[in-house]
Each structure stands twice: as C-alpha cells, then as structure tokens.
C-alpha cells in the first residue's frame, strides 16, 4: 500500500494556524474598531467650562473679568458639578479669588467669594459676652511652634505674698516658702482659647499665613525661605478668648510684682485649631523651620 496518499489525505497542520492567526487579527481589528469609535464620540461629548486666562495667573481677591477668565472644552468624563460652567459666566463676573490661581486650571465654585474677607475675621465670631486679652510669653516655653491659633491652654500664675504664718484658703494653692514670703501658686485660667498670636512686631500671625498663602508657588516658595519670615511667625504674645469673670481674675494678678505665668496646652479634641484650614501651607512652613534651624 502507497502511505504518501494517506498522508496528503489528512489535514494540513499549517492550514489551521493560518485560519486562526485570519481570526485573532480579526478579533484585533473588530476590538480597535470599537476602542477608536467610543474614543472619537467622548472625544466629541464635551463640556464648556471656565479657567484661568492670564500667563501670571489671577492673584487672591482679585475680582474675575472678561480679561482674565476663558472658556475651555472637557471631556464629559473629567466634568464634576463643582466646577462653573462656560454658561454660567454672567453669574461669576466680579467675584473674588479665595487664592492665587495658576494659567489654565479649571475654575471651581468654592474658589470663589463674593467680598473680601474681613481682616482678624475671627474677632467677629467672638461671644459678645467675651472678652480679648494680650498675654505676653516666652514661645519656646509653651511647646514652640507646636501652639497655634485655635489650641486651649491653662494658665497658672505665682506670686509672693508676705509670710503671715497662715496657710491661706485655697486648697489647690501650691506654696514655696523664703525667708519674709511666701509664693503662691494658683490656677488662672482652667481652659482659655488662643484665638491669636502676635509676633516681635505686634502684628497678627494668623494674619501673615494668610497673606503668604495669597501668593503664587514660586513666590510662596521664595518669601519661606526668608528670615523676615521665619521671624514674623515666631509668636510673643498670645491673643486670648474669655469671660468677663476670667479677665477679672488676671486683673487681680496683673499688676503684682514678681509675678509669672505658667502656660500649658490641652487637648486639641475639642479645638479648631486655624492653622488646620491651610494644612498645605503648614507643612511647608514646617520644613522651611527645620531648615532654618
């Protein structure tokens, strides 16, 4: 028997591949097809929106124009409800940046502000039955730059009282004794809010944040690493919040001579410490301090 014909009889091997590599390119082209097709049409579901115009970017509280704002297409995909819409220009004309905004970033609703902030804004949250103190300290006593605007401190103060044999009344005085006196040891303030601080120049702290945070990166960048800075967030006061009662109390004590205040921090649990609202800029601040120490 000839096996040569039996062996041109069965199926070419080689046939078979190329049938399957005919349908994977298939399969390929068919799947670009349908990448390209839903490509091109979001490519054409877009959405107007604003952005930044200027080369220079638009500075804080500066009120937006025809000059300084365009429109821009999105993706609809990109789109989030928070940022102003190309039609809703009209609307936003004559509003204030909250910040420096750079060229051709989107605009966003909560960037926007109708006036300008009201300098020391935080005086006008404070309780009408309140009062505002100033307290000169030594920072570096009271936790450096770890005290902030917003933290509850205690405040104790001693004084020197002429030794008269008796003990006083207080049960929560604590008591050192000389040769003709006595120092007494009280508990000024049990818990009172920084809502301030002041540095060498008597100028807000708070105050010099914000102005720093107004400024675009670079400029931000260059006006942290300066001394000038460093020295005008390093406090040498405190600016504090109580009742009428406790600023009675450290009436009593403020003129007594050799008198001195112990000041300690509390917990943050239950604070709004201010400097948490521009986290951002903190860190920054931070690294520019090590460095500078």
């Known amino acids: 028997m000839d096996l040569s014909t039996l062996k041109n009889a069965s199926p070419n091997r080689h046939m078979f591949k190329r049938i399957a590599a005919l349908l994977f390119s298939i399969l390929v082209i068919a799947g670009s097809y349908i990448i ?11 959405v107007e929106v604003l952005r930044v115009k200027p080369k220079d970017g638009i500075p804080a509280f500066v009120g937006l124009t025809e000059n ?68 000169p300290y030594n920072f570096l006593e009271v936790g450096g730059d770890i005290l902030m605007p917003g933290d509850r401190v205690r405040i104790r103060v001693s004084f020197d009282v002429e030794d008269t ?42 105050e010099v944040y914000k102005e720093v945070q107004k400024l675009n990166e670079d400029k931000k960048q260059e006006v942290m690493k300066s001394r000038e800075f460093l020295q005008n967030i390093q406090p040498r006061a405190l600016l504090l919040e109580g009742t009428s009662q406790q600023v009675n109390n450290y009436a009593k004590y403020k003129g007594l001579d050799g008198k001195s205040f112990l000041i300690t921090i509390l917990s943050r649990k239950n604070s709004d410490v201010i400097i948490d609202q521009l986290p951002t800029l903190e860190k920054e601040v931070e690294s520019w301090i090590k460095k500078g120490d």
Do not use: C
């Not at 300008?116 to 404070?126: D, H, I």
């Not at 818990?191 to 601080?197: E, F, H, L, N, T």
């Open 36 to 46: 390209i097709t839903n490509a091109s049409k979001d490519a054409n579901d877009v």
């Open 165 to 206: 044999g008796a003990a006083g009344g207080n049960p929560n005085a604590i008591y050192s004794q000389s040769a003709s006196s006595i120092t007494k040891t009280e508990v000024l303030f049990d818990s009172i809010i920084v809502k301030d601080m002041l540095n060498s120049n008597s100028h807000s702290i708070y």
């Open 68 to 135: 300084n704002i365009e429109k821009y297409k999105i993706i609809k995909k990109e789109y989030t409800e928070d940022m102003v819409l190309a039609e809703d220009k009209a609307s936003v004309l004559e509003k204030l940046t909250k910040y420096y905004l750079r060229q051709n970033s989107v605009l966003y609703k909560d960037q926007l502000v109708n006036e300008r902030p009201q300098k020391n804004e935080w005086l006008y949250s404070v309780d009408e039955e309140n009062e505002v103190l100033t307290l």
